[in-house]
């Protein structure tokens, strides 16, 4: 039965087989209804109809929880930041000033490693190839394309991170993903003497008093032997990017330190 006006009273009329079955209109605080059908879907449209979200939900746009890449220059100010405030605050120099961080970063970004944390940089390695046997001045603005010899300049942990293993890790991951590289077969660095236990624990050995000075800061420069191997090379994406936290085997201890 459908009901009818006619002069302003209502009245009965009987449904024929040809009519169409009337569309139920229901009222809501938003929209009008027709018969289970939106007013925006009964408009032609050539856009996609998003699925509706309740008042109480909002949409959360996930980051992966842990992420190790490859540095970029869009990195640099974060970069920098970090590395002010662990090396300022102890030795009042920073191993990279915001423009060498971004030289470093354009030169080389395959010579550099991040770790975040749900999109946040919680720490870094920035290295380049150098061509002799033994750093010098040079050597900390340089990259060396034809060098067998990774400089690693620095490697910082974000303050809030620290003291939880992620300075051994990194270094670890970083020194793993230099031997899927054929012509690297070492790894340098230049330290303050009292953070030669701390690489001595990741199988760095001393080479002996390094020839650069900043200021009146004296280095130790040290080594690590990098030796190519065909598992390693088959694997390399694994190693830069595990799907999972790894542990550090750090040699002569089974303790970890952090920076």
């Known amino acids: 039965m459908l009901l009818e006006w006619q ?48 008042p109480g939900i909002q949409r959360r746009h996930t980051l992966p929880a842990s992420e190790v890449r490859p540095l970029n ?9 970090i590395e002010r405030e662990a090396f300022i605050s102890v030795s009042g120099e920073c191993p990279l000033h915001l423009d060498e961080v971004r030289h470093f970063l354009t030169l080389c970004p395959e010579f550099s490693m991040g770790w975040f944390e749900e999109g946040r940089l919680v ?11 033994r750093l010098a001045t040079e050597a900390l603005t340089l990259h060396k394309p034809q060098g067998s010899t990774a400089h690693i300049h620095v490697l910082a942990v974000h303050r809030t991170f ?37 690489y001595r624990k990741m199988g760095f050995k001393p080479l002996g008093r390094c020839a650069i000075t900043v200021g009146a800061l004296t280095f130790m420069e040290m080594w690590y032997p990098i030796s190519g191997h ?17 542990t550090v085997p750090l040699a002569h201890s089974d303790q970890q330190m952090d920076v």
């Open 7 to 54: 002069a302003g009273r209502r009245t009965k009329k009987s449904a024929s087989p040809q009519d169409p079955k009337p569309y139920k209109v229901h009222q809501s605080n938003s929209c009008r209804f027709f018969g289970g059908m939106s007013s925006a879907d009964a408009q032609p449209s050539g856009e996609a109809i998003q699925p509706s979200v309740s």
């Open 73 to 81: 220059t869009q990195d640099a100010i974060s970069v920098f930041e």
């Open 230 to 246: 065909a598992y390693m090379r088959r694997n390399s994406e694994a190693i830069r990017f595990p799907n999972a936290p790894l």
């Open 123 to 133: 720490a870094f390695i920035i290295s380049s190839l150098w061509d002799r046997d």
């Open 162 to 198: 620290r003291q939880q293993g992620k300075g051994p890790i990194l270094m670890w991951r970083y020194l793993q993903y230099l031997r899927c590289l054929p012509n690297v077969r070492r790894a340098v660095l230049m330290c303050e003497d009292s953070l030669v236990p701390f």
